[in-house]
Structures are given as C-alpha cells and as structure tokens.
C-alpha cells in the first residue's frame, strides 16, 4: 500500500449576517489553485432568532457548494485522459 503524503489545504470562512439572514462564503487555498463556495441561510419569520443556527446553515450550503465545485473539476479533469 502507498504511503499517504500530507498536503495543506486552507480554508477559511467570510460571514455576513443580520437578523434574517446569513452568507457564508468559504475560501479555499489548496496551493496551486483556489476556489470558493457560497451558502446562505434566512430564518422564517415564525421562528426564534438564533444566530448559530443560520450560520451553521449557511456554512453547511457553502462547503457543499465548494464540495461540488471540486468534484466538478476533477471529473472535467478525468475526461481529459484519453481512455484508449
């Protein structure tokens, strides 16, 4: 089995919020390239204010939009190998 190398990959979280609603923006810097998700969160108006809440809402949106957005390039980076 090979051995696994450890590479640094960052990421860091921007927050914009106010009553009602919440963006999260997440950075990441993997070296080479740098990429970045988007979540937003916006409480019912029937619901308590709970500040965390909508933003762990929001960041959950955002890594799951920086999810995809990874796997997008890396399948666009799969069918660039020829499969004679």
């Known amino acids: ?6 590479h640094s990959w ?3 979280f ?4 106010d009553e ?5 923006v997440v950075h990441l810097d993997a070296g080479d390239r740098s990429m970045a998700g988007f979540g937003r969160s916006t409480r019912n108006p029937s619901d308590p204010s709970v500040p965390q809440v909508g933003e762990e ?4 949106r955002a890594l799951t939009d920086l999810a995809h957005k990874l796997s997008d390039d890396a ?4 069918e660039t190998f020829s499969t004679a």
């Not at 921007?14 to 919020?17: D, V």
């Not at 399948?75 to 799969?78: E, L, M, P, V």
Request: contains cysteine.
């Open 14 to 17: 921007e927050t914009r919020e």
């Open 75 to 78: 399948w666009k980076a799969i």
């Open 10 to 12: 960052k990421l860091t």
């Open 57 to 60: 809402l929001a960041a959950a």
């Open 20 to 24: 009602d609603h919440c963006e999260m």
């Open 1 to 6: 089995m090979m051995e696994l190398e450890p």
